[in-house]
């Protein structure tokens, strides 16, 4: 029998086939990033606080060399890229949507928090979502309805029902201009008085990923790229979150701000947040 054709590609594809792949090159920029983690790095800055490393551009190349091979006809949305290019607009084609190195203070500063997150969008719609933390040896996988696993095993999201229980976490972002920075910190001393904690673990991705697996309940951030939540988006949702603009609306991973949580959560964290 026949095998189905994508026809953005040209020949036999399939979501497995995409997922196979994004493991691929997830792996072997995994190695690089293992590699990079114990020796010296190179340093550089993007803003005040916002870094990047010679590892960052060397994992981005090897991950869109191997796919734009496989797929010569998708798109591709990369931080390093962006950063240098501007962001390319999401369109409807299949789109490969790819932070080489999430957690790059963490990976300088030799903190464990550290990941390649590989994201595939079709129709603007996260589709398949690779999560490789190398120095923790963790691996979240998902393609869209599907489910979501860790190592293989499957995961899904805590039944915690209640605020004052819950685990939260966030992250402040790069800007240091006092508005946003007042912002940021007059939101989470407010939420201290209605949460059980508060995190901060310094990669988006994998904070997305703890909401999928059950270790954090409640996630929220505002000022990312879309290759922070492309691949956190679909592993969360399948594994029976929700992810959600902070106002209760739908979320765009185009549009930087995002909630995740158990759906037992939603309501109240969104009145919680009181976000404008």
């Not at 960052?56 to 060399?65: P, R």
């Not at 059950?214 to 594994?239: K, N």
Request: glycine share 10%; aromatic share 8%; net charge negative.
């Amino acid at each position: 029998m026949a095998q189905p054709v994508d026809r953005n590609r040209g020949f036999a594809g399939s979501v497995e086939d995409f997922l196979a792949k994004a493991l691929d090159a997830a792996k072997s920029a995994g190695e690089i990033i293992r590699s990079g983690f114990y020796e010296s790095k190179v340093v550089h800055h993007k803003g005040e606080v916002d870094l990047v490393t010679e590892t960052d551009k060397k994992c981005e190349q090897l991950i869109f060399d191997f796919l734009k091979q496989q797929y010569p006809n998708h798109k591709f949305i990369g931080e390093e890229t962006s950063a240098a290019c501007g962001t390319e607009e999401l369109t409807d084609d299949p789109t490969w949507i790819v932070d080489p190195v999430d957690g790059t203070t963490n990976f300088v500063h030799g903190f464990p928090f550290v990941c390649v997150s590989i994201g595939l969008t079709i129709g603007k719609i996260p589709t398949v979502g690779v999560v490789y933390n190398p120095i923790m040896n963790e691996l979240f996988t998902a393609v869209r309805g599907k489910g979501a696993f860790l190592n293989g095993e499957p995961i899904k999201v805590s039944s915690q029902n209640e605020l004052v229980k819950s685990l939260l976490v966030t992250e402040v972002g790069t800007k240091r201009d006092t508005a946003t920075v007042d912002a940021a910190t007059n939101r989470i001393n407010s939420l201290l008085f209605q949460v059980q904690a508060i995190r901060s673990c310094g990669s988006t991705a994998l904070d997305l990923c703890g909401i999928a697996c059950g270790r954090l309940d409640l996630f929220y951030q505002h000022g990312f790229g879309p290759w922070d939540v492309a691949a956190g988006f679909v592993i969360v949702t399948e594994a029976g979150g929700l992810v959600y603009d902070p106002t209760g609306k739908d979320a765009d991973i185009t549009i930087p701000q995002i909630a995740a949580s158990n759906p037992h959560l939603k309501d109240v964290f969104v009145k919680a947040l009181q976000w404008k």
